[in-house]
Each structure stands twice: as C-alpha cells, then as structure tokens.
C-alpha cells in the first residue's frame, strides 16, 4: 500500500464516522415517508398511500367512483410535482396511482 491509499483510507473512516455519514438518520427517513404520504393524501379521491422501496417509490390508490381516468393521470402530475417542489428526497421517487374496478360473481 502507497502512502496515499492510507491517507484515503483514514480519510474515509474518519468521514464516514460522522452521524448520518453513511445512512440517513432514522427520524430523518420517517419524517420523509409520512411528508410523501401526507402530500398525496392532499389531493381529492385518494383512499390509501403506501411509500415502498424506502420511500422511493409511493403507491397511491384513488377511489374509482370519484376518480376517472383523466383525473388519475392529474393526480399523478400533481402528486409528482408537489413533491419535487415540497420534499427534500436523495434521487427520484416513482409515483404509481392506482385506480381499480373489481367485479366478483360466483356462478353456483
């Protein structure tokens, strides 16, 4: 080992000892899933939020007997660019509104 892969090597043990350094802190990420749920909660129709993937992914589903098609599409513009206006968030986060119509006959 070289001189300088020691003093990288010191250097990185000495940043990644910091508080938060190497992972988000834990109140910092439950404090961002509930503001990603609170925010599409915000928008008319939506019955349920569920942040996935650690909060990289949010699936919203959306009541079909208030919602139609085209106003699902607008809820999913909408709840996208609140949060890249409103949340603090490493990379990007999938926005996945569902809206389901489900019919269920038995034949006897």
Not at 82 to 94: A, D, H, M, Y
Request: aromatic share 6%; glycine share 6%.
């Amino acid at each position: 080992e070289s001189l300088y892969a020691r003093i990288v090597m010191a250097a990185d043990a000495l940043s990644g000892a910091r508080p938060g350094a190497r992972r988000e802190l834990v109140e910092t990420y439950f404090d961002r899933i509930r503001q990603l749920e609170r925010v599409a909660m915000g928008f008319k129709g939506v019955r349920e939020v569920h942040a996935v993937q650690a909060g990289r992914e949010l699936r919203v589903i959306v009541d079909n007997h208030t919602v139609n098609d085209s106003e699902t599409q607008a809820i999913a513009d909408g709840i996208a660019e609140r949060i890249s206006n409103e949340v603090v968030f490493p990379g990007r986060i999938k926005v996945t509104v569902i809206r389901r119509f489900n019919i269920v006959e038995y034949a006897r």
